[in-house]
């Protein structure tokens, strides 16, 4: 909606991650040949790679993001948009599990394929081939046909002979496509992933737990640094699409990848090191129990890393986080909001057996909050939704409909005013007042801007705001690890140790951390960018304007609290044009190759008057806003 050429689908980036993952394992297995990497560990990954994105929900992140956040607020609130959210229509439904993310959906999906195709994964028998429950693949046939370059035996085979075990996708193999995708251990049945990672289970590797084939777990989602084949595809293709630059993955990262020994660089939430896991690792590895066997790079790499990390943050700046795509996934978040409680999409397999039709009508239906808990309900739950919803004629479901209409008009939420939260090097916010404004909560936020309407001051257009009018949105865009640096995570090998890599995984170089004193040029001043940016729900034009209004009564009065004078810090609201400042002469230039999130001009109408007319408006508005901190101070000691 907002870069008509990009798309929020994972089919063609499934297919570029796998590809890339194949690539680098066998530029890897090329390079290195002692590392012992087999043509199943490839395949493996490779499939781990096609599927990582499998579980996405509607909309891609909208769905396990914005959308589950909001869901517990209007839960706790019992209404969304003046719609009640009774807990009598989630009555005997089963929960989603807590902290659920897209990849437990992809783990849940890998389940439902297997099982489809008549077979299911057997941890009794790890070695052995996939445990057969139905009629579909044989599961002594479900294998690798072209194990050895050069094998034309897939020419003559007719999917009926048995496989040697070697060639089969055993349980074992099938645990370690799963755990690629979550980037280690998987967690225990009925916990996320995310909670396992977080929580104090011992976690151990069922798939590939020999120590020296521990690299294998970095390439799809890289838990040491992040840079990975997942977000080396997406950041170049979304490049590509949405600024029409070159957006060609950098051959170097792939080319210039090894293995080697390195120090974990997040301890803390590493599995392996937050853990006491001697028990998880072969005796022959036990002498490197504080190193990880991790894909690292040449040190004439270091600037090609930092490249990488600064496009992450640009592309999360322009295009993921963009205030209209932001506008719009809220506006998506709404509507399925406002259609869950009413709205009910099957458990049911339908298949191809009309003998079911019967036991299927009598199936579990599930909303749209909770159809993720069934593979079944949650393969219809596809961006597809918003129609299926469209063409109900349920009188519950009009506000839905309604709002859907308008998405289709394009008539979206409208942005009202941003604020830039200054901060030392990105972590600590300098300036008191923002660093009050940062830690209130969204919802404590808009009751305050609300308040202000209800103010003497705020009244002189008779427009009285709701809660209902009012999205705020606290932004958070970093390089990858927050407020630090992510080259700091990654270990570089100098030059004279390159001729080590060819020895055995035992006696591989150490690779070590950079200083950052030696690439201190092309280290951004901050990692991490904040931003709290102000939505109106609402379409009249002045119920928006009234928004701005109240939102820099409220920052004035925040202000005054804080010390600060709200004369010569007052908050500005956007200007009558969308620009972006130029980050050289911070001048407005719509041209400007940057977006920084600034404070602007106060009215649209004062634009082009002389400085002396502007001046004198200017104190006017302070007067009022002196003025309502008067009345709020009147009522709070009456």
């Known amino acids: 909606m907002t870069y008509v050429p990009t798309t929020h689908c994972r089919f063609e980036h499934s297919l570029g991650v796998a590809a890339l993952a194949e690539n680098l394992l ?134 009926s002979t048995p496989l040697p075990l070697t060639r089969v996708l055993t349980s074992r193999d099938w645990i370690f496509i799963k755990e690629c995708i979550t980037g280690g251990p998987l967690p225990p049945k009925g916990m996320s992933v995310e909670k396992a990672k977080k929580s104090k289970v011992k976690l151990k590797l069922v798939g590939r737990p020999d120590r020296f084939k521990e690299f294998l777990y970095d390439v799809v989602a890289n838990r040491h640094s992040g840079l990975d084949v997942d977000k080396v595809d997406y950041l170049a293709r979304d490049d590509r699409r949405a600024f029409g630059s070159s957006g060609s993955v950098d051959p170097l990262l792939i080319e210039n990848a090894h293995v080697a020994w390195g120090k974990c660089g997040r301890p803390k939430k590493c599995w392996r090191c937050r853990d006491s896991h001697k028990a998880n690792i072969k005796p022959s590895a036990d002498q490197y129990i504080d190193e990880h066997l991790m894909i690292c790079y040449p040190e004439k790499m270091v600037h090609n890393a930092m490249a990488f990390f600064k496009q992450r943050f640009r592309n999360h700046q322009k295009l993921y986080t963009h205030h209209t795509t932001n506008a719009a996934s809220y506006m998506i978040c709404d509507i399925l909001l406002l259609a869950d409680p009413f709205f009910r999409l099957s458990t049911a397999d339908e298949g191809d057996d009309i003998s079911k039709i019967l036991e299927n009508e009598t199936k579990l239906k599930l909303p749209i909050s909770r159809a993720n808990v069934n593979p079944h309900s949650y393969l219809l739950l596809k961006d597809s939704i918003l129609d299926v919803i469209a063409a109900t004629e349920d009188l519950n479901l009009r506000p839905a409909r309604i709002l859907i209409n308008r998405f289709r008009s394009h008539k979206l939420y409208k942005r009202v005013a941003q604020q830039a939260i200054v901060s030392n090097n990105g972590k600590d916010i300098d300036i008191p007042w923002q660093r009050r404004l940062w830690d209130m909560e969204e919802s404590k936020i808009t009751e305050e801007i609300v308040k202000w309407s209800s103010l003497k001051s705020s009244k002189t257009c008779s427009i009285d705001l709701s809660e209902d009018d009012v999205v705020v949105e606290k932004r958070k865009i970093h390089h990858g690890m927050g407020e630090e640096n992510p080259v700091s995570s990654m270990r570089f090998l100098p030059k004279s140790q390159l001729s080590k890599l060819r020895n055995a995984p035992e006696n591989l170089p150490r690779a070590q951390q950079i200083p950052e004193s030696e690439y201190e040029c092309a280290i951004p001043r901050a990692f991490l960018m904040r931003t709290v940016r102000i939505y109106c729900r609402n379409l009249d034009k002045e119920v928006c304007d009234h928004l701005t209004t109240c939102y820099h009564q409220f920052i004035a009065y925040v202000q005054k609290m804080e010390g600060n004078n709200p004369l010569l810090d007052r908050p500005r609201s956007p200007p009558r044009y969308d620009f972006e400042p130029n980050i050289l002469s911070q001048s407005p230039n719509r041209c400007s190759n940057e977006s920084f999130a600034v404070s602007q001009s106060s009215f649209a109408e004062l634009d082009d008057e002389p400085k002396r007319k502007r001046s004198k408006k200017q104190g006017n508005l302070f007067d009022q806003v002196m003025e309502a901190f008067d009345d709020a101070d009147n009522e709070d000691s009456s």
């Open 26 to 159: 066998r530029e890897i297995k090329k390079k290195q040949p002692k590392l012992n990497i087999t043509e199943k560990d490839i395949i493996c990954v490779k499939i781990a790679g096609l599927l990582h994105d499998i579980g996405h929900g509607p909309y891609s992140h909208v769905y396990d993001g914005q959308f589950r956040l909001q869901l517990k607020t209007a839960v706790a609130k019992g209404k969304w948009l003046g719609q009640s959210f009774d807990a009598k229509h989630y009555k005997g439904l089963p929960e989603v599990m807590d902290g659920w993310e897209h990849e437990d959906g992809s783990l849940m999906m890998i389940d439902a394929m297997l099982k489809y195709l008549g077979m299911e994964i057997d941890e009794m028998n790890l070695d052995l081939p996939l445990r057969q429950i139905s009629d579909g693949i044989r599961a002594d046939c479900f294998g690798i046909i072209d194990l050895i370059e050069g094998d034309n035996s897939h020419e003559f085979y007719d999917g």
